[in-house]
């Protein structure tokens, strides 16, 4: 199946008792057995190690990203949080230096005595990345693009040495959807998602994803789930799941509105930057090119010259947008990285990273594009 006809029937079936064509929602926290051990279904017993609906998304996840296997989690966090469980004191990770602020707070916090060490680096410079590997080097981990700056990482390339060097590599591909990047297909081991964003669509639901390709690891990654219980509920799966199928759709639009919006916003005398990787001046234009199908629909501006106070006050004049954390949704949302979705990140890590106080974030949505570029025009004049 090609990608579209995948986001549609990619791992489906009818129900089975019932035919139904859409997967129902089994919400429900445990199976009969017909005696002790025998479950009716030998596939279900209880719902934290499996559920129907849930089995349906995970092999949607799966078929969508070219994987075999796929987990769902209550949260993105949730997810990442399980494959870091798979770790040990004395490993060491490598990570992209510019992260979601939540997955940042994870590493640096939440695992601060863990006894795992983690590095953050530009996954650009190639050779410091490479001179920070060593034995003990368990994990590679980007996000690509990042969030919010627009950073690209070229997983093919990172791909070549983790593989030689026998190093899992994880790519959080929040920001891209399988619509525009598949990361397994470019070498990576695991891929890890946000649900809440992009696969959900809708802004209706908080889940998480990971998906590989390799029975050892699924197997790992499934034991550490079952056995700390992140797993997600049956009407979430259905939500997500429902919004796949119109992942490729809504994707189209994003990045058509995006474009349009991103490049309105160039030759604005009031913004001073513009991050959007579909830009020949963007530092990682080609690795977008080569690796992404087209550029998105998220978009990072610096408001020339604002302080705090004028930022605020333009990210609280929108009509249509909504200023709100989370993105991906139909809906156009702003957001305030500093003091929302980044705020856990101490100040000066953000400002050396670039997350300054008059940068703002825009997920575009499928709106009607001149809408959103009058709410634009309205809001900064
Ligand atoms: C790129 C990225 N990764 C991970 C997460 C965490 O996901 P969740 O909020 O579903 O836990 C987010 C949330 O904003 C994100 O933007």
Not at 181 to 193: E, R, S, T, W
């Amino acid at each position: 199946m090609k990608f579209n006809t995948k986001t549609i029937h990619g791992g489906q079936h009818h129900d089975p008792a019932t035919g139904a064509v859409m997967p129902p929602v089994y919400q429900t926290s445990t199976f009969v057995q017909t005696s002790p051990g025998q479950p009716l279904n030998p596939d279900y017993e209880y719902s934290r190690a499996a559920n129907p609906t849930r089995s349906a998304l995970e092999n949607a996840l799966a078929s969508i990203e070219n994987g075999t296997r796929g987990l769902a989690f209550s949260s993105g966090l949730a997810a990442t949080d399980c494959l870091l469980r798979s770790f040990k004191s004395g490993d060491e990770i490598i990570a992209m230096d510019d992260l979601y602020g939540g997955t940042y707070r994870m590493f640096t916090r939440i695992y601060k005595d863990s006894g795992i060490k983690f590095h953050f680096v530009d996954m650009n410079n190639i050779e410091k990345f490479k001179s920070l590997i060593n034995e003990n080097t368990k994990l590679v981990w980007v996000e690509t693009p990042t969030n919010p700056l627009m950073k690209l990482a070229d997983i093919q390339e990172i791909a070549k040495i983790t593989k030689n060097k026998k190093i899992l590599f994880a790519v959080d591909n929040t920001f891209a959807t399988p619509y525009l990047q598949k990361p397994l297909d470019l070498g990576a081991d695991i891929v890890m998602h946000s649900a809440t964003k992009y696969l959900g669509g809708h802004s209706d639901v908080v889940m998480g994803a990971l998906i590989t390709n390799d029975d050892a690891i699924f197997d790992k990654l499934y034991f550490i789930l079952n056995s700390c219980g992140a797993n997600p509920g049956p009407m979430d799966c259905f939500l997500v799941m429902r919004g796949i199928k119109t992942l490729h759709l809504r994707m189209e639009r994003h990045c058509s509105n995006g474009r349009k919006i991103a490049e309105y916003l160039k030759t604005h005398p009031k913004i001073e930057k513009v991050y959007w990787p579909g830009f020949t001046d963007h530092p990682n234009h080609l690795i977008a090119k080569k690796q992404m199908k087209d550029f998105g629909g998220m978009i990072s501006i610096v408001l020339k010259g604002a302080s705090l106070e004028d930022t605020f006050k333009i990210a609280s004049s929108f009509k249509v947008f909504s200023l709100a954390e989370s993105l991906g949704g139909v809906e156009s949302l702003i957001n305030h990285p500093a003091t929302m979705t980044h705020a856990s990140i101490p100040k000066a890590e953000r400002d050396k990273a670039g997350v300054v106080e008059n940068l703002l974030r825009l997920s575009v949505g499928v709106e009607d594009v001149e809408d959103l570029l009058e709410d634009l025009k309205q809001a900064l004049s």
